[in-house]
């Protein structure tokens, strides 16, 4: 299965954009890029998700390289409410459609 | 639309007992339904998936296993429980077309094992 390398952990202060980043080198030409985020004790919620174009929603912007071999999630203003851990993980092109978390990254929201 | 709903929200079990978490999902037909775990400030762990009625797949050999009754009901059990069997276990869902659809999770359970 393709993997994503994300960092542990990243701060941030409050009101100020956050760039998240996630590298793939193995992915392949039918896999999408899905961003979530999980609040502590609650199920990973959904942020975004992209092939190759970028994509911006109400929530945050997904930014994808050329070469797709990364991708860059963007909290245009952190809020508090931004703290959570932020997993990039890639939806394989397979039958199953499986999705597979890694351990994601820990972002702390400085006040 | 579709909702997910997973129980009990958190139990205390005694190590070797039997276990059984439940999952449903509601407003849409033939879903891809998962089962994931996540131990104590780690990552989340794929224990199971399924594309249909009585089709399995397990992604982590251990004393767990899965069933999907129902189209829209899976279930987690264990006849045994081991200490290393406590975690935070989510139940998920996706529309089955295509690698581009969102996964939804439930409320998660906890489970202890004593």
């Known amino acids: 299965d393709a993997k994503t390398t994300q960092p542990n952990s990243m701060e941030s202060n409050e009101e100020e954009p956050v760039h998240l980043p996630c590298n793939h080198s193995?992915?392949?030409?039918?896999?999408?890029i899905h961003w979530y985020r999980q609040l502590p004790s609650q199920g990973p919620e959904y942020v975004i998700h992209g092939l190759t174009s970028n994509v911006n929603n109400r929530m945050a912007s997904l930014a994808i390289a050329e070469d797709r071999k990364s991708s860059t999630l963007i909290l245009h203003r952190a809020t508090l409410r931004d703290a959570a851990v932020y997993y990039c993980?890639?939806?394989?092109?397979?039958?199953?459609?499986?999705?597979?978390f890694g351990k994601g990254t820990k972002l702390s929201v400085i006040p | 639309s579709q909702t997910i709903h997973q129980w009990p929200a958190t139990l205390v079990q005694p190590v070797g007992s039997p276990l059984s978490l439940e999952c449903t999902v509601e407003g849409t037909s033939n879903p891809n339904l998962y089962w994931y775990r996540q131990a104590a400030g780690r990552g989340l762990q794929l224990l199971f998936y399924s594309v249909g009625i009585g089709q399995i797949s397990s992604e982590v050999p251990q004393n767990l296993s899965a069933s999907r009754p129902q189209d829209r009901q899976f279930i987690l059990s264990s006849k045994k429980l081991l200490l290393s069997d406590s975690g935070f276990y989510l139940c998920?869902?996706?529309?089955?077309?295509?690698?581009?659809?969102?996964?939804?999770f439930g409320e998660g359970s906890w489970l202890t094992v004593v």
């Open positions: 993980i890639l939806s394989t092109g397979a039958g199953s459609y499986q999705l597979t």
């Open positions: 998920a869902w996706r529309f089955r077309q295509g690698p581009g659809n969102t996964i939804y």
């Open positions: 193995t992915i392949s030409g039918t896999d999408y």
